[in-house]
């Protein structure tokens, strides 16, 4: 006996209607020899999750926070990267639901890990991967915050060129 109870829905009617052609099958015989009582039990997407052991380095890849591993796996030893707020390895093994404090250049995030991927996907996919926390703002570390020494700068520069300097007696 087939069974196809397991397929997707698409995939499901594609071989459907191949069987049909291939051993010339009525569409009537075809639903008594696919539907038995007997179908493979697949684990749900949630529990295969769990069993997926993901690196910390590979994961920051893969969800689009670094272009190369290379460069995940420098943060993370340089300690730009926290797993729960403690300084790790590149090579931990991360759960879902465990926090990481990301600093990248002026940016800081805040994410909390949803799933858990080794592939590198569409962006789309790859923000599936965690959820971004907002980081409070009475944070001296917000993105506002970070940017606001802009004008003094600027003012200290036009300073430094208006104002002549005077050079000390010799």
Known sequence: MLNLKHYAGN???????????????????LANITETPEFINFDSGFEQEKELKVRLDKWLWAARFFKTRALARSAVEHGKVLYDNQKTIPSKEIDIGSTLLINQGKTRKNVII?????????????????????????????????????????????????????????
């Not at 995939?11 to 015989?29: G, T």
């Not at 590198?120 to 923000?127: G, L, M, Q, V, Y």
């Open 11 to 29: 995939f499901r009617k594609i071989m459907e209607q191949k069987l049909q052609l291939i051993f010339e099958v009525e569409p009537a015989d």
């Open 114 to 170: 949803k799933r858990l991927s080794t592939r590198r996907r569409s962006t789309d996919e790859a923000n599936a991967l965690f959820e971004i926390i907002d980081i409070g703002s009475d944070s001296p570390h917000t993105d506002a915050n970070l940017f606001d020494n802009k004008q003094p700068r600027k003012m200290v520069r036009f300073l430094r060129r208006s104002v002549p300097i005077e050079e000390s007696p010799k």
